[in-house]
């Protein structure tokens, strides 16, 4: 299993950033994906999913701002964020969800600061 998680960086309170993920070792099209985030000091904690068949579920705190979408052509999952907030700030990884134990790619990290 590989993922690979690209397209974050610094952004301002209200900014917007667009995450990839590209995946292998697996079949992505019939796996369920997530995207997570990792802050300082905690766990891996689920952002957002979407089912093979394209249905999205998103936590509270990502409703109305994020958006999850995959190209199973490409094995890419993506996240969609808007109206980033600082408490959004950590580093984002994609998975399975449930995600491979152990097999989180190195993420990437978005900061949300002025």
């Known amino acids: 299993v590989q993922l690979q998680a690209s397209g974050g960086g610094l952004v301002q309170p209200g900014g917007s950033l667009r995450l990839s993920c590209a995946a292998s070792?697996?079949?992505?099209?019939?796996?369920?994906m997530g995207w997570y985030r990792q802050a300082p000091g905690k766990q891996h904690e689920l952002v957002a999913s979407i089912s093979s068949v394209g249905s999205a579920y998103y936590v509270d705190s990502a409703k109305g701002r994020f958006t999850i979408s995959r190209d199973d052509a490409k094995n890419t999952v993506y996240l969609h964020m808007n109206n980033l907030k600082p408490e959004d700030t950590a580093v984002y990884y994609c998975?399975?969800?449930?995600?491979?134990?152990?097999?989180w790619g190195q993420g990437t990290l978005v900061t949300v600061s002025s």
């Open positions: 998975n399975a969800f449930p995600p491979y134990t152990g097999y």
């Open positions: 070792g697996f079949t992505f099209g019939s796996r369920q």
